[in-house]
Every structure is written in C-alpha cells, then in structure tokens.
C-alpha cells in the first residue's frame, strides 16, 4: 500500500501544496488501493478512474496558478445517493439502476468548485434504509476490521472506503444515525451537522424534515475542513440555513475541554449497552474530566420515545418522496407479466415491485399507512409531539451543559445477515443516533477504541471499534469539532497513534 | 349511454340545488411555483421544464414569492382573512401527469380565508340583484402536466394507444378559491354560477395576476351540486363537474346537473358521489371518477419547504395597493358619466366598460366614447367577428377622433372614414384626416361659390327662406355638403346661407 493512501486529508493538503505529492499522484495512489482492496470492500459502486485523474490534473493546475483552496487535490469518496454528473447515482436501489443525472447536488458542485477530484461513488443501504448495508441492491459493503461484518449503515460505502484507505475523505448522510454509526462501527470520524447546515440539493430524499449530509473522515480536523466546504446556506434549499458556516476548522484545531460542561445523557447508556463499549465510554469521558471538563449526568427522558417516533415520520416522509420512482420519467421500467396493453398503473406497480427492495417496501408501507386518514393523528400526529418532546429535552439539557455524549452505538459491528431477518433488533441499533435528527441538533461520532469481540463470534477481528456520539445544540457544530479533537489527541496520545492503525491492511485480501 | 333528465324548471318545483364552486386560477408569475421555469402558454412540449418540476430525484422546491403576494392580493380582493403562518401540504396520489406523485398544496392551513364576495346578476329586463357569496378558502398550489391520450376515439384515457404527457405546466402556480355551499332560490342558481366566475373574472383580471382566460385554462371552474327536496334540510349527494371552460358552460352544467339529479331522485334511485366530464357540444356531463370518503391522499405538512408567514406590514401593503372592486368602480364610473341604468348595462354587456374608460380617459365625452364604441365600431367588430378589444384601434384613438370633431375639423360621417383609415393602419387620426384629405371646409371663398351655385339651383327653396321659413336651408345645406363631397362645415354653410338670403 502505497503511504500516500494512508495520509489524512490534513496531511495530503499539506504534502501537495509543499510540492512533495501531486494530487495526480495522490489520486493514483487511491485509485491504485480501490483496485486492489475494493473487490473485498464492496465500498464503491462505481469508480471513476477517468473523471478522478482529470479533476486531479485540473486541481495540480488550480495550484500551479495559485488559486487553490486548502482541500484541492484531495481526492473524496461520495455516497451514491447524490447527483452527479457524469456518474450514475442508484442509491443502492436496482429502480435506478444506472441513472445518470443531468445535475450536481450542491454540495458536489461544491466539492468540484474547490478542486477535490471524485473517485466514485459508495455503496448504500437502498435509499438509505438500513443500519448495515446490506440492503443494498448491489451487494452488502464489508467492514475493513472483519470482513464477516457489517460496516454499519446506511453510509457504510463512505465509512469503510475512509476506514480502508481507500478515500481520505468521504460524504455521507445521515438520517437516523447513517453518518455516525458506521463511523463507530468502522473506526472513522462522522459528522452529522445541524440540520440545515448543510444543503440538501441533490440529495435523492428518504425523509426530507430529517436527513442531513456530512463528512465522513479519518480525523476531526479533516471532518472539520470537509464541513467548511460543503456547508452554507443554498437559496436551492428552502430548508438551508440562512448564516455563515459555524467556524469548526478553528474549533477542531483548538481543542480544548478545560472547564467545559459536558452532559452524560442517562437514558443512552447502560441497559442496552454492551458492557464493552460502555468500558471504553467510560474511560474516554473518564479522559475528558481529566483535561479539565466538568461532567455531569443529565436526563433526557422522552429520548426512549425517539425510536417509536422515527419510524413514524421518516417512513410517512419516505413513502411520500419515494412515489416519484414511477417509470415514467427515468429509472427502470418493467412491464407486468401476462398482461397486453398495460396501463401506466400496472406498469407503475411493476416497476416498484420489481425495483425496490424489502426494505424499501416495508418502510414505504409503514409510511403509508402511518399518513392514512382515521390514523395521521394517532401516528404521525403524535410523533411529531414526540419530536417537540425531545426538542425540549435536548434545550433543557442544554441549559445546564454545553455539550452531550453518549455511546454512538451500544453494539459493536455485527456479522453479516446476522440481523437480516430481524428489523426491529437492526432498528434498535440507532437508539443513541436518532434523536438528533428528530430535534436537528449536530452530532459526531469519533473513535475511543477497541472491544474485544465476544467467544464464539465469527470472523477474524479479536476486537472491535467503538465510537462515543457528541451533541450540541443547533448552530452550534462548532463545539462538536472543539470537544472530539481534544478527545481524540488524548486518545491517540495514549494509544500512539491513530486507532486505524491497528486495523487489518486488506493486502492481498480477497476478491 | 344518455342520461335521464327532468326539465330544470319542472326539476326545481320539487327540488333546491345546493352548489359549491371550486375556481383554479392560473397565475402569471413569470416563473413556476417552485421552480425558476418559464411559464409562458403554447411553447413546445417538454421544453420548460428542470430537475425541480420534472421531480428528478434530489430535486428541492423553493416558493415563487410573487406567487405568495398573488395569492395574499387575490384573498384580500375576496375579503378574506390573510394566514398569519401558513404550510403547503402534500396531497399524495400516483398519476402520470404529476411528476412527484403528489401534488404541493395547501390543505388545513389555506393562506387566505373566511371571506366573501358580491355578485350582481342582471335579468333580461335589466333589473340585477345582489347575492354574497361566502369564501371558505383560497389556496396555493402547483398545476399538473398535460396528459393527451392518443388514438380511441374519445380523447380519454379508456381506449386510447397511448398517452404523451407534457410537463410545461406541471408547476405553474394555481390558486384554488372554494366559496361555501351557495343557496340562491332555486331558478336563479344556474345565473348565479356563472355570474360568480365571471365577477372572479373581472375582480382577479382587475388584479392582474392572472390572464384569467377560461379558453386557455387559466380560469378553470369545477362545479359541485347536490339537490334536496324542497322544505328538507336534507343535504344530497354531490357531484363534481370537471373543468367547465367557459361562463356559459358553468350555467349549463347547473342546468343539466339538476335535471339529472332530479331524474334520479324521482326514480327513488341514489346519486352516485362522482366526478362529471361537461360536454361542451350538447351541455351534457358524463360520469368520470368514482369518488368516495375513502379517497385518501394523506396529506401532511411539505417537509421541504418553509412554512410562508407573511408579515402583517406587508399585507396591509398590499390591500393599500388594491384596485377599486368592480362592482364599486361600475357604480362610482355610472355615476360619474351619468349614464342610465340601460347605457351602463348595454355598455358593459358589449364588453366595452374598460374601452369607453380608457376613451374618456383619453378627452372624450362619456356620451361621444359610447357612442362610438357601442355604435359604430361595435358594428365592425361584429362584422369581422371579434371583440371589440381586438379592433386595430385605441381608445386614444378614438378620442382623439372625437377632438377632431369637436374641433369642427370633421364630422361624423367624415369621422367614419378616418375610422376605416385607422383600422387599415394609416396613422393617427390626423395623419389619416390629412393623408386622405378629410377635413371639412369652413373657408368662405370656397364655400361662398358652393352656396351661390345651390341658391341658384334651388330658387324654390331659396325663396321659402326669404319668407321666414327657415327650415328649407337644410335642403340647400345638402346641395353644398353634396359638391363639396360631404368635406363642407354645415354650421358656417347654414350662416352663409342665411347670410344671403335674409
């Protein structure tokens, strides 16, 4: 493996605008490593060899003329549920097999506008659905620490690529949990930002009030650089924040906990939680008093609701922006067996049959259902009380605290299919995640460790990592980036060096 | 497959319709309501459209501002309360021509509400009669595609080869306007049906946020009626007849949905809860969708859009801003130009209200403006078979015709060529008096010759006027204006002559 894969995109900046790479190299460099482990992987669903080395050429120029930003030429990984031009965008669904979009996201027309060149695209739960990546249309993505295991979801694509070295950076987005939790299962930095922060133009919705993109990275800092380009307000987004990027750069090169107030939230930890990942919790916050922060438990007790209220609202949401996947515009069509002369109804439930997953279909008919009239109140309705519920807690919390933490996950990485037949286990993996997206607040996840993988379990990992969620208020991402990349130089300090370093190097793994 | 029907008079001897009036106005923003497309009427199919209102997916909508201040004057000129915080909602059905597969509306928060508006209808005899009709609500929301259904024979889905769908108008701004249910006695109801599409025709022109044309679907009404029995207060099922597009059509489809109602009720039969297809060729309706309580759109509030609050500064803004309501302007125009009840009917039954303003505007006289636009050029217009609007002349055109009469520089009969001269696109008036070489001679050498040569001609007549009877100098003034070819100032004449002679 060549070293330049293993540089964070900090580092990678640094090298090439010291002259001592390129980002022609760099990308090659990556190109090189997802030709030689992503056959293993499964992170990308599609790779853009061409239209990465071009981008690179054009940014090595960009520098040449001086007229870079701090990230160009650092090749990035986007997860397939963005428009692209010039590159298909599925979101891991088969309805949209193939699709090419005649149109950037903003966020990736911001990314092409700071010069960081796009190696493809990551492999998805199908329209995001998923906390594993398996339900993906394409085949499940495999966690880089065990490839018996499931990288988390519905971002595992954009966290295992990160996490195998394959991208330094990559984008995600996170409705539930599906930035941070594969960022815990994998062993990377995810940040889901505040809902607004960043825009949501171009990203194919699965539920509009909640879903929010984000870097997916290696380091807080890194995540913190990505953040500032891919953030600001959008008049494309009616939902976009009107306000400048909270300054998390500067936060993330600060660093510093002294005499900050920090929230342990009572109802996201213990029960439910397996008891090594609340031994490495403990010890990470155990470090942060130690540098000086104040830490103090906090209740946030309709949290527990925020599981039942989710999966209220984003399938009513989902069900709804979903009909568009009708045949008749783009996207797959299929005509029904045994029938002449189909009409567009027949051929319009042909095509959603045969081209959404079970998934999809489940959620869809949750969604639907949830919306019926004689049922709105009872169910959407009373979820969205919960969401000003929890709203109110995390205010009230955030009264006495600034910021809150929490496991990311209570479990560590599953073997793959061992939660496929069972939703309600798989939906239970986002307890700590969703309550963000239901109040909008920013959350991170980071990397606090290893635990060691039960007996008897499957795969090749003797241990696991494990991430610990930070969440402020909104706006406030800012102390997110402060807070985790002081953890983070605690931990490595302790650990002598980066926690992937430990993770297994994928040479000659196999295909 | 025809229909049973009972003669509407006969039908309301024993039955009350009650209506209920649903009014889609296009409005005509330049652009779309969530997106930046063109609106413009009859370009290519397909051709104005984006991501947003061909629902690619990732596409976000925006709302059109100009759309919401539309929306805010049209609810403030139907006296309706203004939504302090307002959402659009998602009304969620499959049909091809909708992109997204829901339609952005509004549903339980309407931005304009609880208001009312008066309608005039006038009889044959000219007598008219006010009825308020009460507004429950008018809404924004998002026109569909077109969908034209090719082959078959009837031009509807059922039967049809196959179906193209033209998204140009798939997000052009609508404004939906539901009035209460209408209760009028039972005759007058098909009158008032159309009376009222035709006054939010003349009030939402007045505003100019739409193109308010019926013909091109920019003012689209749908017509809900039900009947119960006289004397019961038993409301009966409804139907719901589809796009009626034009005045008439609207009292038609009254007329015809009562006898058919009442046919099936006096066969002790029920309505079926429905939507009607209007036949414009016979005025008949036929049955469309079956409709029931059971149709569920599940709405919900539209997560991608902010919710629209518009301040109360603004709103007050815009009802400063408003135009004068038609029915206050007819009477306050009626009072000012003095004309009769009959004149100001006939005026506004020709469709000449607003020229006959824009003339006297212009300096002409009320009398002078009518005339000339109920007489003479209706005339034309009616020969060439158009409306008046539609005649290659201004209304400062024909005042400024008028001034050259007044001036004593044409008459009237003169004044019909500078008309034709006019319409042909000669010039201005006084282009067309010169060019053509119209203007009347007051000049007494020439004149003098002329009335020496008709005294000479007409010694009888000339001598009558020597003996005080001087109502014979019309016959010599028609000797002069016939050699001088009509061009002769009949008022100078008439003194040259009497001049002579007395």
């Known amino acids: 493996m060549s070293e330049l894969t293993r540089l964070t995109a900090d580092q990678a900046a640094q090298a090439i605008a010291a002259g001592q790479t390129s980002s022609v190299e760099l990308t090659r460099a990556l190109l090189d490593r997802i030709d030689a482990v992503d056959g293993a992987v499964n992170a990308f669903l599609h790779v853009d060899t061409d239209g990465a080395l071009a981008a690179a050429e054009a940014a090595d120029a960009q520098r040449a003329a001086g007229d870079a930003t701090y990230l160009t030429g650092v090749p990035i990984a986007v997860k397939d549920v963005f428009t692209t031009i010039g590159q298909p965008t599925t979101c891991g669904s088969r309805i949209l097999e193939g699709w090419l979009p005649p149109y950037d996201a903003t966020v990736v027309a911001k990314l092409r506008a700071a010069g960081l060149p796009i190696l493809g695209k990551t492999n998805m739960d199908e329209f995001a659905m998923g906390s594993s990546t398996e339900h993906s249309a394409y085949g499940p993505t495999r966690n880089p620490w065990d490839l018996a295991r499931i990288p988390g979801g519905s971002g595992g694509g954009s966290a295992a690529a990160v996490a195998a070295f394959e991208a330094p950076l990559a984008l995600g987005t996170d409705t539930g949990g599906s930035i941070r939790q594969p960022g815990a299962l994998t062993g990377t930095v995810g940040v889901k930002p505040t809902y607004g922060g960043v825009s949501r133009y171009g990203l194919v919705a699965m539920a509009s009030s909640l879903d929010q993109a984000g870097p997916v990275t290696r380091t807080v800092l890194d995540a913190a650089l990505l953040h500032e380009v891919i953030g600001g307000h959008d008049p494309l987004d009616s939902t976009s924040i009107d306000a400048p990027v909270p300054a998390v750069v500067a936060a993330a090169r600060r660093a510093d906990v002294k005499g900050l107030r920090i929230g342990l939230v009572r109802e996201l930890q213990g029960e439910g939680c397996e008891s090594a990942v609340q031994a490495r919790f403990d010890e990470a916050v155990q470090l942060l008093t130690e540098a000086g922060a104040e830490v103090v438990e906090v209740s946030c007790p309709s949290f527990v609701h925020g599981i039942a209220a989710y999966y209220l609202v984003m399938p009513s949401e989902a069900s709804s922006n979903l009909a568009r996947f009708d045949a008749m515009r783009y996207g797959l069509r299929v005509a029904p067996e045994g029938v002449n002369d189909p009409s567009a109804e027949q051929v319009m439930a042909a095509t959603r049959d045969a081209g959404f997953g079970d998934e999809v279909k489940r959620r869809i008919i949750l969604g639907t259902y949830a919306l019926s009239s004689g049922y709105y109140d009872a169910y959407y309705g009373s979820a969205q009380k919960v969401r000003t519920l929890i709203a109110r807690d995390f205010a009230a919390a955030f009264d006495q605290v600034d910021l809150l933490v929490s496991p990311t996950s209570p479990v560590t990485a599953w073997p793959l299919g061992e939660k496929s037949d069972d939703p309600l286990a798989m939906y239970l993996a986002d307890v700590a995640t969703i309550p963000a997206n239901l109040a909008g607040v920013p959350g991170l996840s980071l990397p606090i460790g290893l635990a060691p993988v039960a007996n008897g379990a499957s795969g090749a990992a003797d241990a696991l990592p494990v991430g610990m969620q930070f969440l402020a208020p909104a706006t406030a991402d800012d102390r997110l980036y402060n807070a985790a990349a002081a953890l983070e130089a605690l931990l490595e300090d302790r650990w002598g060096g980066p926690l992937l370093d430990r993770a297994p190097t994928l040479e000659g793994a196999a295909r | ?502």
Request: glycine share 8%; with cysteine; proline share 5%.
């Open chain 2, 1 to 502: 497959m025809s229909d049973t029907l009972v003669p509407f008079d006969e039908a309301i001897t024993r039955y009350d319709p009650v209506m209920g009036l649903e009014v889609h106005v296009e409005l005509n923003t330049a652009t779309k309501m969530f997106c930046g497309c063109p609106t413009e009427f009859g370009a290519e199919p397909n051709t104005q459209t984006c991501p947003v209102c061909l629902a690619l997916p990732g596409a976000l909508p925006v709302v059109n501002a100009k759309a919401v201040e539309s929306a805010i004057r049209i609810g403030l000129a139907l006296n309706c309360q203004i939504a302090e915080y307002c959402r659009f909602a998602r009304k969620n059905y499959f049909y091809p021509d909708m992109p997204k597969n829901f339609q952005t509306s509004q549903y339980d928060e309407p931005i304009a509400f609880d208001g009312w508006t008066d309608v005039e209808v006038t009889d044959d005899d000219g007598t008219s009669q006010t009825f308020r009709i009460e507004i429950e609500r008018a809404h924004m929301e998002e026109d569909t595609g077109k969908s034209l259904h090719v082959g078959g024979s009837t031009g509807r889905i059922h039967g049809a080869d196959y179906s193209l769908v033209d998204y140009n108008r798939a997000g052009i701004p609508l404004i939906e306007i539901v009035t209460r249910t209408i209760e009028v006695p039972a005759h007058k109801a098909p009158a008032v049906a159309r009376a009222y599409v035709n006054h939010l025709r003349d009030l939402i022109g007045g505003l100019g946020v739409s193109d308010v044309r019926m013909d091109q679907g920019s003012l689209r009404a749908d017509v809900n009626l039900s009947l119960k029995p006289k004397g019961s207060d038993q409301l009966g099922t409804r139907s719901e007849t589809k796009n009626v597009n034009s005045f008439r059509s609207v009292e038609r489809a009254v007329r015809y949905e009562v006898s058919r109602h009442a046919a099936i009720l006096d066969a002790g039969e029920k309505v079926v809860q429905e939507t009607r297809h209007f036949h414009e060729s016979d005025g008949s309706t036929s049955s469309g969708r079956e409709k029931s309580d059971a149709d569920d759109y599940r709405y919900f509030p539209e997560p991608d859009l902010a919710p629209v609050s518009p301040s109360r500064e603004w709103v007050e803004q815009l009802r400063a801003t408003l135009p004068e309501p038609p029915a206050q302007r007819r009477a306050r125009l009626q009072t000012e130009w003095g004309f009769s009840d009959l004149d100001m009917r006939d005026t506004i039954g020709a469709g000449a209200l607003d020229l006959v303003a824009a003339t006297i505007e212009a300096g002409a006289s009320p009398q002078s403006a009518r005339k000339w636009w109920l007489g003479e050029l209706a005339r034309r217009a009616n020969e060439d078979g158009v409306d008046l609007d539609a005649l290659a002349i201004t209304p400062a055109q024909v005042a400024g015709i008028q001034a050259l009469i007044d001036a004593g520089r044409i008459n009237d009969k003169l004044a019909r060529q500078v008309f034709d001269g006019v319409i042909a696109g000669e010039g201005t008036p006084k282009e067309v008096v010169t060019a053509r070489g119209l203007e009347v001679v007051s000049d007494d050498g020439a004149l003098g010759a002329a009335v020496d040569q008709a005294i000479a001609d007409d010694p009888d007549a000339a001598q009558k006027i020597r003996d005080g009877k001087h109502q014979a100098v019309g016959a010599l003034i028609g000797s002069v204006m016939k050699q001088m070819r009509g061009q002769a100032d009949a008022g100078r004449v008439r003194e040259l002559i009497l001049e002579r002679l007395t």
